[in-house]
C-alpha cells in the first residue's frame, strides 16, 4: 500500500447505484468547487451533459464543414473533368447543374460524416489501448454502474475529496493510480 | 450476478455462445455456396460475360436486376436504425444493430455485381476520375456513373455508423469477456471507450447526425438506381414514378428480410426478452405500410402505361401477357396477396408466418425486379432488337453463390459481435426511472 500512497494520483473514483444519483453528486460535488470531474457510465444520459458543463460544438462544426467541402469537391471534381476533358453530345451543356447535383450530394454526405465521426474520434482521444480507469476492480460497462471521478489536479486534496463524496453514499470509493510513465 | 440484466445473454453469446449446432448447420451449407461463388467469379474472370445469359438486347439480366434487389434489401436497415431513431421508436434499439449488419453485407453483394459486369472487372477503377495517359474521363452526366458514386458512399456512411454504434457494446463486450484472446478481440475493435461523460456527448452529436444524414442519402440512392432505368427512353422504364417506386419497394423487401432474420435470430440465441412478439409485429406494420405503397407504384406505372399509350401500352401487355408474364403475375402475387395477412395482429405477432410472409416478398420482389428489367430490354423500339433472355448455369451460380457469402458473413457476424444493440436497450429501460 506504501507504494500506492507515493504514486502519482490519477484520481478517485466513486460507484452509484443509478443515474440519478450520480447526477445529483456530479452537481453537488460542482456547487463545492471540486474538479475537474468526469464520468463513467454504461450509456448516455439525459441532463449529464449540462452537468459536467460539456460544451463543445466541435464534431457538429466539423459535419458542416465536412459537407460543405465535399459538396465544393464534388461539383469542383464534375466540373474540371468536364472542361478538361470536354464529351460535346448533343449539344448540352458541358456544366449541367442538374446533372452534377448527384454526385455533389453524395460526396457532401461522404465528407461530412467522414469528417465528424472523425471529430469524434479525435475529440474523445480515441483509440486508445489503455487507460487509468481500466484498473478499477468495480470498473465494467456490462454492468449498469455508474461512477464519477474527481481527477487529481497541483492541489489535490485526497481528504476533502473523501470526505465530500462519503457524504453522496457512494456504492464504492477507489483510488486510482495514475498511469506507470 | 444475481439477476440478469436486459441484454446480458448478447454479451455472453460470443463468448459461450448457445446455439452451435444450428449455427454450424447453418454455417455449412452457406459457406459451400460460398465456394459456388468463388468458383463462378473465376469463370467470369477467364471466360469473361458470355458464360452468363445476357446478350444485346438484354444486355443487363441478372447481374442488374439482382444488384437492385441486394440494394433495397440493405436499405431497410439503414431505415430501422436512422429513421427511426429519429423519430424516438425505442423498440428499434432491439432491432437496429442486426439490420445495420444486413446492410453492410447486402449492400456488398450488390455492389460486386457490376463490377463483374464490366466485363474487364480489374478495371473498375476507371470508374474514377484520376489523372492518366489514355486521355479518358468518366461521363459524369451519366447515371452510370452516379451509380458508382452513390453507392460508393452509402457502402462507407453505412459501415461507419454501424460501427460507431457498435463501439459502446463492443467495450461492454470486453468489459464482460474473461478469456484473454476475448479480452484483446473485443478491447481492440472498442478502441479504448469508456463511456466517460463527454465522450458520450461528442459519440451522441455524432451519431444522432449521421443518422440525420442517413435517412436522405438511402432516399438519394435507390432513386439513382431508378434513375439508370427512367433517364433511359426505353418504354416502360421512362417514368417519374420510377424513384419513389423503387425506394418504396427497397424498404418492403428489405423490412422483409429483417423480419425473417428477426425470427430466426431471436430463436435461435434465445433473444424473446429483447425480440418481442410486440417487436415482429412493428416489423410486419412496417412490411405491410412500404407494401401498400409499392402496390401503388404499380398501379401508378400501369396508369402511365395507359395514359402514353403506343408503346408504353405494348410493353405493358407485353408483361402481364407476354415471355415474361410468369415474373409479373408472381411478382404481383408473392408480394400482395400473402401480405394481405400482415393486416391481422395475431398473424404479425406469429413467428413462423411472418417469415413465410417475409420470404414470400424477398422472392416476389425479386421477380418484380427482374421483370421490371428484361421485359423492357428485350423489346424496345425496333423489332429488330427484340430477343428474349435466358439466365444461364452460371448466373444462377453467382447469385446463389452471393446468397450464401451475405449468410456467411451475417453468421459470422452474429457468432463473434453483440447483435443487438444492448447499451440503447437499457439506456432506454432508465430512461422512464429517470424522468417519471
Redesign the interface.
Given at each position: 500500500m506504501a507504494d500506492r500512497e507515493n504514486s502519482v494520483p490519477w484520481g478517485v473514483l466513486a460507484e452509484f447505484t443509478?443515474?440519478?444519483p450520480l447526477l445529483e453528486a456530479v452537481r453537488s460535488l460542482r456547487q463545492q468547487g471540486f474538479g475537474p470531474i468526469?464520468?463513467?457510465?454504461?450509456?448516455?444520459?439525459?441532463?449529464?451533459?449540462e452537468?459536467?458543463w460539456?460544451r463543445?460544438r466541435?464534431?457538429?462544426a466539423a459535419?458542416l464543414f465536412g459537407g460543405a467541402a465535399g459538396a465544393v469537391i464534388g461539383f469542383g471534381?464534375?466540373a474540371w473533368?468536364?472542361l478538361?476533358?470536354p464529351?460535346w453530345?448533343g449539344g448540352?451543356p458541358l456544366i449541367?447543374i442538374p446533372?452534377?447535383m448527384?454526385?455533389t450530394?453524395?460526396?457532401m454526405?461522404?465528407c461530412?460524416?467522414?469528417a465528424?465521426?472523425l471529430?469524434?474520434?479525435i475529440?474523445?482521444r480515441?483509440?486508445?489501448?489503455?487507460?487509468p480507469?481500466?484498473e478499477a476492480e468495480r470498473?465494467?460497462?456490462?454492468?449498469?454502474r455508474y461512477f464519477l471521478a474527481i481527477l487529481a489536479g497541483a492541489d489535490f486534496d485526497r481528504h476533502g475529496v473523501g470526505k465530500a463524496l462519503a457524504t453522496l453514499d457512494p456504492v464504492s470509493i477507489t483510488d486510482i493510480a495514475a498511469e506507470a510513465a | 450476478?444475481s439477476t440478469l440484466?436486459p441484454g446480458e445473454q448478447v454479451?455472453r453469446a460470443p463468448t459461450a455462445f448457445p446455439a452451435r449446432l444450428a449455427w454450424w448447420l447453418l454455417f455449412a451449407p452457406s459457406f459451400l455456396l460460398t465456394i459456388l461463388l468463388v468458383i463462378a467469379i473465376a469463370m467470369v474472370f477467364t471466360r469473361g460475360t458470355g458464360i452468363w445469359g445476357n446478350n444485346i438486347p438484354v444486355a443487363w439480366g441478372f447481374p442488374i436486376s439482382n444488384y437492385i434487389w441486394w440494394l433495397g434489401i440493405g436499405h431497410a436497415g439503414t431505415l430501422i436504425s436512422a429513421m427511426l431513431l429519429l423519430l424516438n421508436q425505442g423498440w428499434r434499439n432491439s432491432l437496429n444493430r442486426f439490420a445495420e449488419a444486413m446492410t453492410l453485407f447486402a449492400v456488398t453483394c450488390g455492389a460486386l455485381y457490376p463490377i463483374f459486369h464490366l466485363g474487364r472487372p480489374w478495371r473498375f477503377y476507371w470508374m474514377a476520375?484520376y489523372p492518366n495517359v489514355m486521355?479518358?474521363?468518366?461521363?459524369?452526366?451519366s447515371p452510370l456513373?452516379?451509380d458508382f458514386?452513390?453507392v460508393?458512399?452509402y457502402l462507407?456512411?453505412s459501415t461507419?455508423?454501424w460501427y460507431?454504434g457498435t463501439i459502446?457494446d463492443l467495450?461492454?463486450?470486453?468489459?464482460?469477456a474473461t478469456k484473454r484472446r476475448w479480452q484483446v478481440f473485443f478491447?481492440l475493435l472498442a478502441?479504448?471507450?469508456?463511456?466517460?461523460?463527454?465522450?458520450?456527448?461528442?459519440?451522441?452529436?455524432?451519431y444522432w447526425?449521421?443518422a440525420g444524414?442517413a435517412v436522405?442519402?438511402v432516399v438519394?440512392v435507390h432513386s439513382?438506381i431508378a434513375?439508370l432505368f427512367a433517364a433511359g427512353p426505353v418504354p416502360g422504364w421512362n417514368s417519374t414514378i420510377f424513384p419513389p417506386y423503387f425506394v418504396l419497394g427497397a424498404a418492403f423487401s428489405g423490412f422483409a428480410v429483417v423480419s425473417m432474420i428477426a425470427v430466426v435470430l431471436r430463436h435461435m440465441l434465445r433473444l424473446e426478452q429483447l425480440v418481442t412478439a410486440h417487436h415482429l409485429s412493428m416489423l410486419g406494420c412496417l412490411t405491410l405500410a412500404c407494401g401498400m405503397m409499392t402496390a401503388f407504384g404499380y398501379v401508378a406505372e400501369a396508369f402511365t402505361a395507359l395514359y402514353a399509350g403506343g408503346r408504353e401500352l405494348e410493353t405493358l401487355y407485353d408483361r402481364l401477357t407476354g415471355p415474361y408474364a410468369w415474373s409479373f403475375w408472381g411478382a404481383v402475387i408473392l408480394n400482395f396477396v400473402p401480405l394481405q395477412l400482415l393486416w391481422l395482429e395475431r398473424i404479425r405477432r406469429a413467428p413462423v408466418p411472418l417469415f413465410l410472409i417475409g420470404l414470400s416478398v424477398a422472392v416476389g420482389m425479386w421477380m418484380e425486379r427482374y421483370m421490371l428489367l428484361v421485359s423492357s430490354l428485350s423489346r424496345d423500339w425496333l423489332e429488330s432488337s427484340a430477343g428474349l433472355f435466358h439466365a444461364t448455369f452460371w448466373d444462377w451460380a453467382l447469385y446463389a453463390g452471393l446468397i450464401g457469402f451475405f449468410l456467411t458473413a451475417f453468421l459470422l457476424f452474429v457468432r463473434f459481435l453483440p447483435v443487438i444493440s444492448v447499451?440503447?436497450v437499457?439506456?432506454r429501460a432508465?430512461?422512464g426511472?429517470?424522468?417519471g
Open positions: 443509478g443515474p440519478k468526469e464520468t463513467f457510465t454504461p450509456f448516455p444520459i439525459d441532463g449529464l451533459e452537468a459536467i460539456f463543445s466541435l464534431v457538429p459535419f471534381m464534375q473533368v468536364n478538361i476533358f464529351l453530345i448540352r449541367a446533372a452534377f448527384l454526385i450530394f453524395e460526396l454526405v461522404l461530412s460524416v467522414a465528424g465521426i471529430a469524434m474520434l475529440g474523445n480515441l483509440p486508445r489501448l489503455n487507460h480507469v481500466f470498473f465494467s460497462l456490462a454492468e449498469e | 450476478m440484466l454479451y476520375p486521355d479518358t474521363q468518366p461521363q459524369f452526366k456513373t452516379w458514386w452513390a460508393l458512399t462507407i456512411v461507419l455508423f460507431i459502446p467495450a461492454a463486450a470486453r468489459d464482460k478491447g478502441l479504448g471507450w469508456r463511456g466517460a461523460g463527454r465522450h458520450w456527448a461528442r459519440w451522441r452529436q455524432a447526425i449521421t444524414i436522405p442519402l438519394s439513382e434513375m447499451f440503447e437499457r439506456e432508465v430512461e426511472t429517470l424522468h
